[in-house]
């Protein structure tokens, strides 16, 4: 089969603007339960692009960790991903369910979650995740693997689960989104597509655009 033959008509559900709630981030927690009830894979995988300094994006999989007043994400500040948004803070988030046919697409900036929030979510995380935080130098050059195993050697040796820290260079991003848009695919490519804008006042202003 070639590449261009590949093709499926989405036909599950619809959306209107009427049935989806006045604010993006509820509507998302609505549409993340039904893909946590329908046994998506990974429902939480998000795709972030970021900029780089020449002005290029950059893009990558990350894992959606928590919702507040924006979404919530960990990782190295010292990877190329966090080196990007401290240069430039605007980020795009895109969750994609194909069990569901649904793609979601935010906009906005990020800023640094607290310490404390750092905290709480490095210290839930298993010992193996926390030496992972220590070992791996993000995004640098390495020779080998074997450097990330004997550095984890060295890292078991000085820290015990009741002793390790976590790492200043690791810790959690929000994301506070400006625009969303909730995509539903429908039959003959005319799929449902509900933005929703961020106005001066502080309301969100929802419209239907084409497909």
């Known amino acids: 089969m ?3 033959d590949i093709r ?3 036909s599950l559900k619809s959306l209107t603007i009427k049935e989806v709630l006045e604010d993006p981030l509820e509507q998302f927690e609505v549409w993340f339960t039904e893909a946590l009830a329908s046994e998506v894979m990974e429902p939480n995988a998000m795709n972030i692009a970021t900029i780089r300094p020449d002005g290029t994006p950059n893009s990558r999989i990350v894992l959606l960790k928590g919702i507040d007043k924006g979404l919530i994400f960990f990782t190295n500040y010292n990877s190329a991903k966090g080196q990007e948004l401290e240069l430039n803070q605007n980020i795009a988030v895109t969750f ?3 069990e569901l046919e649904r793609q979601v697409r935010f906009s906005g900036k990020v800023e640094k979650v607290s310490k404390k929030d750092s905290d709480e979510y490095f210290f839930s995380r298993p010992y193996s995740s926390q030496i992972g935080a220590w070992v791996s130098p993000q995004s640098a050059e390495i020779d080998s693997r074997e450097f990330l195993e004997e550095r984890e050697k060295q890292l078991r040796q ?4 009741e002793t390790i820290s976590r790492p200043d260079h690791w810790g959690g991003y929000r994301v506070i989104i400006s ?4 995509w539903q695919g429908r039959p003959s490519r ?3 597509r509900v933005l929703y804008k961020i106005q001066e006042d502080g309301i ?4 239907r655009i084409a497909p």
């Open 96 to 98: 994609f369910w194909p």
């Open 8 to 10: 499926i008509d989405y």
């Open 204 to 207: 969100w202003k929802k419209s």
């Open 179 to 182: 625009e969303a848009e909730f």
């Open 2 to 4: 070639k590449i261009s």
């Open 158 to 161: 000085e820290f015990t689960p």
């Open 190 to 192: 005319l799929h449902d």
